[in-house]
């Protein structure tokens, strides 16, 4: 019999992306032909995955023109569903349902209304408030005439009404943890070890981060940057700290044996609308550490709070207050019953309910349910 054929799709994510390539495309594949069509330099079988490359765009320009010259390449791959990841590319996808009749499946990775009010718009500053009303109206139009809608979050999930829709987190699949005990903290003389893991920018809590480490008063606790950066004040910041150290990104595949050299993880986003919305499920650095048994430390906004208090695993601060960071560091130093209380809540969670095997059920049975199969 033969497999139906699944089309994915981006412009600007990079090949192996964690959500895209590791976690949906490949576990579409166990009952799927899947195509990603992606920033690749190449075209070839990859991991399982049939990848045709079109290189990342040139420029504003000619990202924004991709959203109708990609049409040609998608059409040619004769997909049954094609599922797409960027928000601009609605329109290609609105295209290829309403003019060519294909499935569609809108991947939402973000709260795009809230991801925009928290943007320099440039020389459309003056028009900003017009152009994020127009994108949320065409949103909830072209959004709503899809076959499938994939959220990252309730709250996103919560805009789209007239259409099927799933919220499928970016967790960690269960192999990822496998064998993971509740830890206690590292002895005084041994390094101990903050990490942050992720996309590295001001909004994200870098800045703040290196100087909370550098109040913490013991001298073997050090940060642990992994990540792109492409911000050279960041990185002459990271360089400068003789308590930081800048890692770089690490492949996804080995970063749980980064992780376990690790004690506490920093997920201190700023107060920017793109944030503060958060409901906690769309932290995807706060399941890989507490499945990793690392406590961590989160910003206090009311949805991610709401969410620690539920869930445990780690401890909430004010992201903008480096004396409270610095503070709370130290106390999961000092505090091993703490410590391990909150590593222990973590794997849990993890095991139970914020796993990648869970949400692929969701994902499959999704997608059976689209094709009739």
């Known amino acids: 019999m033969t497999r139906k054929k699944i089309c994915h799709f981006t412009i600007v994510h990079r090949l192996e992306d964690e ?14 032909d899947v195509t990603l069509v992606s920033t690749a330099t190449f075209t070839k079988e ?21 959203i109708f010259t990609i049409i040609p390449k998608l059409l040619k791959q004769k997909a049954d569903v094609y599922h797409f990841h960027d928000p601009e590319l609605i329109f290609t996808g ?15 990775h973000e709260h795009y209304t809230s991801k925009f009010s928290g943007k320099n718009f440039g020389k459309l500053q003056p ?13 909830m139009w072209m ?28 967790f960690p699949p269960l192999s990822f943890i496998n064998g993971v005990q509740p830890g206690e903290g590292k002895k005084e003389e041994e ?26 008063k013991y001298p073997n606790v050090k940060l642990h940057i992994i990540g792109d950066c492409k911000y050279p004040e960041l990185t002459e910041l990271f360089n400068k700290s003789e308590r930081t150290v800048f890692h770089g990104r690490v492949p996804w595949e080995v970063l749980n044996k980064e992780l376990k050299k690790c004690h506490v993880g920093l997920a201190l986003l700023q107060p920017v609308p793109q944030f503060t919305y958060c409901p906690g499920e769309n932290v ?90």
């Open 19 to 32: 959500r895209i390539f590791h976690k949906e495309c490949k576990s579409l594949a166990t009952k799927y």
């Open 46 to 66: 990859h991991q399982g995955i049939n990848v045709v490359g079109i290189g990342f765009p040139k420029g504003t320009l000619n990202r924004i023109g991709r």
């Open 94 to 108: 609105f295209i290829l349902k309403k003019i060519f009749g294909k499935k569609v499946v809108y991947d939402v």
């Open 127 to 139: 028009f900003k408030k017009t152009i994020i009303k127009v994108w949320n109206k065409l949103e």
């Open 143 to 170: 959004g709503n005439s899809f076959d499938l809608a994939v959220t990252a979050d309730s709250f996103t999930l919560s805009q789209f009404t007239k259409v099927p829709a799933i919220s499928i987190g970016n």
């Open 191 to 216: 390094e101990f070890r903050v990490v942050y893991v992720g996309t590295i920018h001001e909004q994200r809590g870098l800045r703040k981060a290196v100087e909370a480490i550098e109040k913490v």
């Open 284 to 373: 995807v650095k706060l399941f890989e550490y507490a499945g990793m048994g690392i406590p961590y430390l989160i910003s206090n906004f009311p949805r991610l709070s709401e969410f620690v208090n539920e869930n445990g695993g780690g401890l909430l601060v004010d992201p903008t207050d480096t004396d409270e960071i610095a503070r709370k560091i130290e106390l999961l130093y000092e505090d091993k019953e703490l410590y391990k209380r909150l590593s222990t809540e973590g794997i849990e969670m993890v095991k139970d309910r914020f796993n990648w095997d869970v949400q692929e059920s969701k994902l499959m049975n999704a997608y059976a349910k689209m094709l009739g199969s």
